[in-house]
């Protein structure tokens, strides 16, 4: 076995400080890459209805803006219908938040006295004081940052449409810088993985969109059917988080079932069923349907995947990992496996 050298610890000493360089700069940088990366793909969805109005005799720019413009509005009418009907059944259950209070303490009550917990000083007002005035500065700053991210998001929502308006307008300048570096067999490898990501990418839109409407009419029914409180509400919440693959159902079904355990213990277990029939529905008929085999990533890969884009880009991050991983699948795809089977077929 060779003996570790000066030379062996210099090498791994500027392996180590480059990669730490890397991943700072990434880190400074991550909300630049976010931008551009989500400029890109909304950019390649709707490339396709740009194309076709363009195909139709429509100036390309034109075509952009009106693509532009019936995506913004349909957002806003969805915002408008589905927010008068949040906010009657979010002021429900609000008003119905003391009688739940009181369920809730009464079931801490009785775990407390089978643990043998003294929660007495729980109920002493100065206790109770003390602790309010303790976690208000924490309160005032976390809203002073939601406010600043609330900003923040806008700002980056109009660099992104921007973006996305510069792209679609004219994406033949970007696309030949993009090839033009690489020899002939590689830019043609280069073409097939644009033209496949770019199906890949309108089907999952596609689907995302046609997932999230199923998973919110499904609900909405079961929940309906039950007579729970706030389905709706609960509904919308379902549909919105089923844009995050495989943990979105999941985590939508959090606060149904906690809150019905508190109130309706009985009734858990069919909001359990609406819930995981729900998933099953979505996952094993809905997208199988509608995305076929665009999208075959294994679900543990997915969910190690989601947990990472997360942690690097937050919750976008989570949104936007099933196309991420579908294009480094693709690329993978053009560039390894296919030349794989391509020269043992040549040898056979």
Same mark, same amino acid.
């Given at each position: 076995?060779?003996?570790?050298?000066?030379?062996?610890?210099?090498?791994?000493?500027?392996?180590?400080?480059?990669?730490?360089?890397?991943?700072?700069?990434?880190?400074?940088?991550?909300?630049?890459?976010?931008?551009?990366?989500?400029?890109?793909?909304?950019?390649?969805?709707?490339?396709?209805?740009?194309?076709?109005?363009?195909?139709?005799?429509?100036?390309?720019?034109?075509?952009?803006?009106?693509?532009?413009?019936?995506?913004?509005?349909?957002?806003?009418?969805?915002?408008?219908?589905?927010?008068?009907?949040?906010?009657?059944?979010?002021?429900?259950?609000?008003?119905?938040?003391?009688?739940?209070?009181?369920?809730?303490?009464?079931?801490?009550?009785?775990?407390?006295?089978?643990?043998?917990?003294?929660?007495?000083?729980?109920?002493?007002?100065?206790?109770?004081?003390?602790?309010?005035?303790?976690?208000?500065?924490?309160?005032?700053?976390?809203?002073?940052?939601?406010?600043?991210?609330?900003?923040?998001?806008?700002?980056?929502?109009?660099?992104?449409?921007?973006?996305?308006?510069?792209?679609?307008?004219?994406?033949?300048?970007?696309?030949?810088?993009?090839?033009?570096?690489?020899?002939?067999?590689?830019?043609?490898? *280069?073409?097939?993985?644009? @033209?496949?990501?770019? #199906? /890949?990418?309108? =089907?999952?839109? +596609?689907?995302?969109?046609? &997932?999230? !409407?199923?998973?919110?009419? *499904?609900?909405?029914?079961? @929940?309906?059917?039950? #007579? /729970?409180?706030? =389905?709706?509400? +609960?509904?919308?919440?379902? &549909?919105? !988080?089923?844009?995050?693959?495989?943990?979105?159902?999941? @985590?939508?079904?959090?606060?149904?079932?906690?809150?019905?355990?508190?109130?309706?213990?009985?009734?858990?277990?069919?909001?359990?069923?609406?819930?995981?029939?729900?998933?099953?529905?979505?996952?094993?008929?809905?997208?199988?349907?509608?995305?076929?085999?665009?999208?075959?990533?294994?679900?543990?890969?997915?969910?190690?995947?989601?947990?990472?884009?997360?942690?690097?880009?937050?919750?976008?991050?989570?949104?936007?990992?099933?196309?991420?991983?579908?294009?480094?699948?693709?690329?993978?795809?053009?560039?390894?496996?296919?030349?794989?089977?391509?020269?043992?077929?040549?040898?056979?």
């Amino acid at each position: 076995m060779k003996n570790l050298t000066r030379k062996d610890l210099i090498i791994a000493g500027i392996v180590l400080f480059l990669v730490i360089v890397c991943a700072k700069f990434i880190s400074i940088i991550s909300s630049i890459l976010l931008m551009g990366g989500l400029a890109l793909i909304f950019s390649t969805i709707l490339n396709r209805p740009v194309s076709a109005l363009a195909k139709k005799g429509c100036n390309r720019t034109i075509a952009t803006f009106i693509c532009l413009f019936l995506l913004i509005g349909f957002i806003i009418l969805a915002t408008a219908i589905i927010v008068p009907q949040v906010s009657k059944e979010s002021k429900a259950i609000k008003k119905n938040f003391p009688e739940f209070q009181q369920k809730l303490e009464a079931k801490l009550d009785v775990i407390a006295e089978k643990e043998g917990i003294d929660i007495k000083h729980l109920e002493d007002n100065a206790f109770i004081k003390d602790k309010i005035q303790k976690a208000l500065p924490h309160v005032l700053s976390g809203a002073t940052k939601l406010g600043a991210s609330v900003i923040g998001c806008l700002i980056h929502t109009i660099v992104i449409i921007l973006l996305m308006v510069y792209i679609l307008c004219d994406p033949k300048p970007l696309i030949k810088g993009f090839l033009d570096p690489w020899s002939f067999g590689v830019k043609k490898s *280069l073409r097939r993985c644009l @033209l496949r990501i770019e #199906k /890949m990418l309108f =089907a999952w839109a +596609f689907g995302l969109c046609c &997932g999230m !409407l199923c998973m919110f009419l *499904l609900t909405w029914l079961g @929940l309906s059917l039950i #007579k /729970m409180e706030g =389905a709706f509400l +609960f509904a919308i919440i379902a &549909g919105f !988080l089923n844009i995050i693959p495989t943990l979105g159902p999941f @985590l939508a079904a959090v606060l149904p079932v906690f809150i019905t355990l508190v109130t309706k213990p009985i009734q858990v277990i069919y909001v359990l069923i609406i819930y995981i029939g729900m998933h099953q529905i979505e996952s094993h008929v809905m997208t199988p349907l509608i995305m076929k085999k665009q999208l075959d990533i294994h679900p543990m890969i997915l969910i190690l995947a989601i947990l990472v884009m997360f942690m690097f880009f937050g919750m976008v991050g989570a949104f936007i990992t099933a196309p991420v991983m579908a294009t480094i699948s693709i690329i993978y795809d053009e560039f390894v496996i296919i030349p794989r089977k391509y020269k043992e077929k040549s040898l056979n």
